[in-house]
Nanobody, 129 residues
Framework: QVQLVESGGGLVQAGGSLRLSCAAS????????MGWFRQAPGKEREFVST????????YYAASVKGRFTISRDAAKNTVYLQMNSLKPEDTAVYYC??????????????????????WGQGTQVTVSS
């Protein structure tokens, strides 16, 4: 059974930093592209970032590019999202997800929620002004 467990969320002031983690189990982690999404109250879930199964490809939403960095540690079956220069508009529940197909990465194509079949429970990030 595939499980994704996010952690690292919290309350931070604008301009601060947080690092989110997503621990994966139940799937051969190194063969699946991973993604981070977020959902603010009253809004649809939106794409944040993705990293390819090999770790060589990454893609970011325009709103976070240059501030957020995605990475993965194969030995720990974990994906990270380093978030710097946080803004109040970054406030949301952050979710990690795994692509439904192994050995596949499509760059901007990873922005669609339809690409992912397993999701974590989410971790709350709140940025105060």
């Amino acid at each position: 059974q595939v499980q994704l467990v996010e952690s690292g969320g919290g309350l931070v002031q604008a301009g601060g930093s947080l690092r989110l983690s997503c621990a994966a189990s139940g799937r051969t982690f190194t063969t699946y592209t991973m993604g981070w999404f977020r959902q603010a109250p009253g809004k649809e879930r939106e794409f944040v970032s993705t990293i390819s199964w090999s770790g060589s490809g990454t893609y970011y939403a325009a709103s976070v590019k240059g501030r957020f960095t995605i990475s993965r540690d194969a030995a720990k079956n974990t994906v990270y999202l380093q978030m710097n220069s946080l803004k109040p508009e970054d406030t949301a529940v952050y979710y990690c997800a795994t692509d439904r197909r192994p050995i596949y990465y499509s760059g901007s194509g990873q922005m669609s929620t339809a690409r992912y079949d397993y999701w974590g429970q989410g971790t709350q990030v709140t940025v105060s002004s």
